[in-house]
């Protein structure tokens, strides 16, 4: 029996014991035979043996062969038992030899003294078993049936936190064991830009070592990927490594410090070689200046090229437009401009999705927009060319280190935006030399008012009146709203980035006396708690602070908000389709006396109406985009304290998302000097509803 007991402790299968559904049982014709205690002894001692047998299968067959890491926990499994198997057979040599302390009187075995032998492997087997069934079921959190590193290390890191020393042991050596590999796979990813397999990084690792960590992996792997021909220096490489090598995830600090010195390094060694603050500045400032019209005059000189591409075309046998043309239109407006030596320029190109179009005429009915005011935010690409037209800059290595995809089709959604509104503008004013052009010719032949006999020079004179009015009143809008946005946002916006990146615009920046600080390194002010500090920029951070400097950028112009930007779409619309209608009339909106004699006062009458719908859908715009500001937390309720603002149904809530108070406070103070410029004779916040209309107009009182 004693020999049949100790085959079974190595893991040899016994007739004596039978599997049921309530565990190991005795054979019947086996258990008649002995005590109860001696059964209770044998039945212990093959449970003990099944919980072997089963972490043993999982050793020499593991459930994920292709895992790594899971072969790498097996082996160091088969390694903590082989202390097991040594007991087995120390057990029995000693059994055979009468040792003392197993046999007694030098005859018999008691089974007790066997179970007292090995009831010290019973937790540690327990562990182990119960650890690979987890790791057979596979990970309860995700729908995955592999185990990553990071859930792996923290499946055994989690047992290995028990008040049982044996079993911590055991689990501190399986962790030792799956640490070695995750830490070479650390240093393939941050120092040779060998990439990471996802969810590696252990619960462990704070985030912010976590973030330092995938920081300068992509880096350098973007780097390897370029071809770039410089590399990082081999001293600095070979003490990383053996840095990296010998320490633990586990000591959180001295590896938090760690992965911030690699961090540090690499992130100077980027700014020095790869990507310096004067590209950096070189890109902002064409991003700026192209697709946020900070170049003015060249953003006039597109939008005047544009407009006369497509007035060719309409009278052209070729009336298709590509691409191409728009670009070669780009090249046009930069003569005579400061665009002109511009290298930037060369990078920008338009792309149209539809491949190529034709020029449109615009729309003379008033659009029946469908667009909700709460949740839908317009589409402004197609004002430029009357189909969905894009500016592009292309994302090339080392830009690509900071710059994304989704903030180049930001920047390419500003510049429609943008253009949208100057394009406007211009427009108006065009129309406004056009109106005062046909004046003065008319003026030859009528001398004083506008001609016609009796009726019809009134009727002439009043739809002049209003058209002038309509023109006077568009245009005191959009040069409003210009100002706001250009000025107050754009300029701000940019001026704040600029300095929190460590050049100023306009200043010569001081560099910093520090030995650690590159030349050519953006800084960045320190904490509040340590005055005269700098920081060290890194991409990370000016990938974050490009981020915020977008988002304040898209909120603040009014562009993020759908409601407001919905009705500054509609007064686009209705501009253009002034526009539009006086040049279908020739220019001018009074017909020439003769043709105005051949119609009667139909004609007249007609061109009144339009005009008078066109205005009265601006002042309702005007009217409704003046009471969404109102009802915005930016800006006190009426007839109330000046500091309680409204809390409900705010359309500016991402407006208010500033960095800090400071940036809050200024979006606050914008917000109001647009008000104030809107309505500086109180016709928008406390209008006459029975007022005459000559009382309602919106710019009366304006001298």
């Not at 689990?171 to 969810?199: E, K, T, W």
């Not at 010998?246 to 600090?253: R, V």
């Not at 909700?372 to 935010?377: E, F, G, K, P």
């Not at 930001?410 to 109106?435: E, F, G, K, T």
């Amino acid at each position: 029996m004693l020999a049949e007991t100790f085959a079974v402790l190595a893991g040899h299968e016994s007739s004596l014991f039978v599997t049921s559904a309530d565990g190991l049982k005795l054979s019947e014709s086996f258990s008649t035979l002995l005590h109860p205690g001696e059964k209770a002894a044998l039945i212990s001692l093959a449970s003990l043996a099944s919980l072997y047998r089963g972490v043993r299968a999982f050793v020499r067959s593991p459930s994920h062969p292709q895992n790594e890491y899971i072969c790498a926990l097996a082996s160091a499994i088969g390694i903590e038992l082989k202390g097991y198997e040594s007991l087995v057979v120390t057990t029995e040599e000693s059994v055979l030899r009468k040792d003392d302390s197993l046999v007694g009187s030098g005859s018999y075995v008691p089974l007790s003294a066997l179970l007292a032998t090995f009831s010290l492997w019973e937790p540690p087997l327990a562990a182990l078993s119960s650890l690979v069934a987890e790791i057979k079921a596979g990970p309860s959190d995700t729908n995955s049936l592999d185990w990553s590193a990071g859930l792996l290390i923290d499946l055994v890191h989690r047992r290995a936190m028990t008040g049982y020393s044996r079993v911590a042991e055991i689990f501190n050596r399986l962790l030792s064991a799956l640490q070695r590999i995750l830490l070479h796979r650390f240093n393939a990813y941050l120092l040779h830009g060998i990439p990471l397999p996802p969810d590696s990084i252990p619960s462990c690792i704070s985030a912010e070592t976590k973030e330092s960590i995938i920081y300068v992996g992509d880096a350098i792997a973007t780097i390897q990927k370029e071809g770039w021909t410089k590399s990082l220096p081999r001293e600095l490489l070979s003490e990383w490594t053996a840095n990296i090598n010998a320490a633990s995830i586990f000591e959180t600090q001295s590896f938090d410090k760690l992965v911030a010195d690699i961090r540090v390094g690499v992130s100077e060694w980027l700014w020095a070689h790869v990507l310096t603050k004067d590209d950096i500045v070189v890109a902002i400032d064409a991003l700026g200046d192209y697709f946020l019209l900070r170049n003015g005059e060249f953003a006039v000189a597109v939008i005047r090229e544009i407009e006369r591409l497509k007035a060719d075309r309409l009278n052209s046998r070729n009336s298709i437009i590509r691409a191409q043309d728009l670009n070669h239109a780009l090249l046009r407006a930069s003569v005579g401009t400061s665009a002109e030596t511009d290298p930037a320029l060369s990078k920008l190109s338009f792309t149209i999705p539809s491949g190529t179009t034709r020029p449109f005429l615009p729309h003379l009915t008033r659009s029946n927009t469908s667009m909700s005011r709460v949740n839908a935010l317009p589409d402004f690409s197609s004002f430029l060319l009357g189909t969905p037209t894009q500016l592009s800059y292309p994302l090339e290595f080392p830009l690509s280190l900071f710059l994304s995809p989704a903030a180049l089709q930001n920047y390419s959604r500003m510049y429609a935006y943008l253009a949208s509104v100057r394009r406007a503008h211009i427009l108006l004013l065009d129309l406004w030399s056009s109106l005062s052009l046909a004046q003065r010719k008319r003026r030859k032949w009528v001398r004083i008012g506008e001609g016609g006999n009796g009726g019809e020079e009134a009727l002439r004179t009043i739809l002049l009146r209003r058209t002038w009015g309509c023109v006077r009143e568009m245009v005191w809008f959009l040069e409003v709203l210009w100002s706001y946005i250009g000025g107050d946002v754009v300029d701000t916006c940019y001026r704040t980035f600029r300095e929190q990146i460590g050049s100023p615009a306009g200043r010569t920046r001081t560099m910093s006396s520090s030995r650690s600080q590159q030349p050519g390194s953006p800084t960045v002010a320190s904490r509040p708690d340590t005055p005269g500090a700098e920081k060290q920029l890194d991409f990370a951070t000016l990938k974050q602070l490009h981020t915020t400097y977008l988002t304040n950028l898209t909120s603040a112009s009014l562009m993020a908000s759908g409601p407001l930007s919905t009705i500054i779409h509609e007064v686009l619309q209705n501009c253009e389709r002034l526009v539009g209608q006086v040049e279908r009339w020739g220019g001018d909106v009074l017909p020439d006396l003769l043709s105005a004699q051949m119609e009667g006062d139909g004609g007249m009458v007609e061109r009144q109406q339009v005009v008078d719908e066109i205005y009265e859908t601006f002042t309702e715009n005007l009217r409704d985009f003046y009471s969404l500001l109102a009802t915005s937390p930016l800006v006190p309720t009426k007839n109330s304290d000046m500091s309680t603002f409204l809390n409900a149904s705010s359309v500016l809530n991402s407006t208010m998302q500033g960095t800090n108070g400071a940036a809050s406070m200024q979006a606050r103070r914008q917000v109001e000097h647009l008000m104030l410029k809107l309505d500086f004779n109180t016709q928008l916040s406390d209008p006459i509803v029975d007022a005459p209309r000559v009382e309602r107009a919106i710019l009366a009182g304006l001298t």
